[in-house]
């Protein structure tokens, strides 16, 4: 799990008052070490990178996965990609392997009249 240093020891107090059968880590993205891993989930917080941290992230933790799944609110454009200045799904198309964009279905995004 990847954050910022404080929300990093939040995550391992609130793991470690469980039991639990298995093993975490938690770190942030300057001190981690690119590794293969199985699968990475990113539920929007990928997105909400602006685009020099999305590209270390990709060279870090998205190259050395065998799958992933990423819900973003960004890379097609809108107010969000102004914002933080993502990389478009055309830029994402140019450093990740091939990838399926799913629309998500019902919109959750308000309709402006």
């Not at 469980?18 to 539920?43: C, W």
């Not at 190259?63 to 830029?91: C, D, H, I, R, V």
């Not at 450093?95 to 629309?103: G, S």
């Amino acid at each position: 799990m990847f954050d910022v240093q404080l929300v990093c020891q939040l995550i391992s107090k609130f793991i470690e008052s469980f039991a639990i059968n298995g093993s975490y880590h938690v770190t942030t993205l300057n001190k981690y070490q690119p590794s293969k891993v199985d699968l990475v989930i990113s539920n929007y917080a990928f997105s909400e990178l602006p685009k020099h941290l999305q590209l270390i992230y990709v060279r870090k933790v998205l190259s050395g996965a065998s799958k992933g799944y990423l819900t973003m609110n960004s890379g097609k454009g809108g107010s969000l990609a102004a914002t933080f200045e993502n990389l478009t799904l055309e830029e994402l198309g140019e450093v990740l392997p091939e990838f399926e964009v799913i629309d998500e279905a019902p919109s959750q995004r308000p309709s402006i009249t």
